[in-house]
């Protein structure tokens, strides 16, 4: 099992920057591929970008060259660096954890709010 906590959401003008943070707990940390969704008000979760057990990263179309992911093995925490904010990407952020074999996402965090004002 793996207890996920985000933080560092809030309210950012148009053009300007958050990082939002994961810590992880439980089970080895090191041990799952680490990812980021959003969902915004009236819309569906959608998928931000994740990292790997090796380094490796992935984003969503919508956030590529805006974003970037980290993870810290000694902190158990991963990091999602968001630059040049939109007023589209207003959402509650979550971060999940899944089992590198695994087809979904086994754990979710309760998701932090990000509002990018105009």
């Known amino acids: 099992q793996v207890q996920l906590v985000e933080s560092g959401g809030g309210l950012v003008q148009a053009g300007g920057s958050l990082r939002l943070s994961c810590a992880a707990s439980?089970?080895?940390?090191?041990?799952?591929?680490m990812g980021w969704f959003r969902q915004a008000p009236g819309k569906e979760r959608e998928f931000v970008g994740a990292?790997?057990?090796?380094?490796?990263?992935t984003y969503a179309n919508s956030v590529r060259g805006r974003c970037t992911i980290s993870r810290d093995m000694a902190k158990n925490t991963v990091y999602l660096q968001m630059n040049s904010l939109k007023p589209e990407d207003t959402a509650v952020y979550y971060c999940?954890?899944?089992?590198?074999?695994?087809?979904?996402?086994?754990?979710w965090g309760q998701g932090t709010q990000v509002t990018v004002s105009s």
């Open positions: 439980g089970r080895s940390f090191s041990s799952y591929v």
């Open positions: 990292i790997n057990l090796i380094g490796g990263r």
């Open positions: 999940a954890a899944q089992i590198p074999s695994a087809r979904e996402y086994d754990y």
